[in-house]
Each structure stands twice: as structure tokens, then as C-alpha cells.
């Protein structure tokens, strides 16, 4: 039986957008994770250790969406496509709601893939790959100049 990635992916964008708030809810986003993770986008791939550093990381990286005004995250859609019975590629459809700094309001639609390792009932990221964020807030007017 297939896992409930709606279900999975549904409480990670709840927990993205407690995380927008005062206080980022990195124990529910490390939940997400398995112990060790890669990411891969346009910037190159990077490792991640599912520890102190990561809370580290995503305290950090939630400021920085509260400076470019983003307000909350929708999730779309949810793809998955099977690889084994423990493992599977979920392509993640988001829009994204934005503040710009003139006050007007701005959703981006965007993907991310996602593989997933789910053993005993319990699914895990162990890999994501995203596009060209930087490049989609330097279009639409989120970055200062």
C-alpha cells in the first residue's frame, strides 16, 4: 500500500507556514527528514545532517523569507511515482504567497521533487531537487536591488 504523501506534504507546508511566524517549527520539519539528506538545485548539491546545524539552517533561511514577504505556502498537488515498495520520487506542486515590498500581492506556482524512504509506516526526505528560486524572486521584484 502506498503511503499518504497528501497526507505527509499537507502537515510539511502546515509546519512551513507555522514557520512563518514568530517561531519556526523546526522540530515538525525535521520530523520530515531522514538523518541525513541532499539537496540539489541550480546552486550545486549539498548534505545535510538532520541535527543542530539543520534548525540552525532553517531559522536562518525563514528570515529570509520573511524579508522578501512571503506569506504562506499552498500545496497544490502531490505526484508520486513508485521506485520500489520502500522508496518513491514525489513531485510537489506549491504556490507560494508573497507581500512585495510596494504592497502588493504576488502567488508564484512552483515544484519540488522530493524522494521519500518509508520504512515501518513512516516516510522520511532523504533527497529534494528545486528550481531556480533566487532567480523567480529576482523576476518578480522580492529581492532589494
Known sequence: MQPDFERFFRD????FNRSLGETVDGAAIRASFAGCFVGAGPGGVTCGANDDSFTASLEKGYVFYRKIGTRRMVLRGVEPTPIDPLHHLVKVLYRADYRKPDGTDLSID???SYLLQTRD???????????DEM?????????PD
Do not use: E
Not at 135 to 143: A, E, F, I, T, V
Open 12 to 15: 510539511y507546508t502546515d509546519a
Open 121 to 131: 509506516g513512516v516516510s522520511k526526505i532523504f533527497a529534494f531537487i528545486t528550481g
Open 135 to 143: 532567480g523567480l524572486y529576482q523576476k518578480h521584484g522580492l529581492l
Open 110 to 112: 512552483f515544484d519540488v
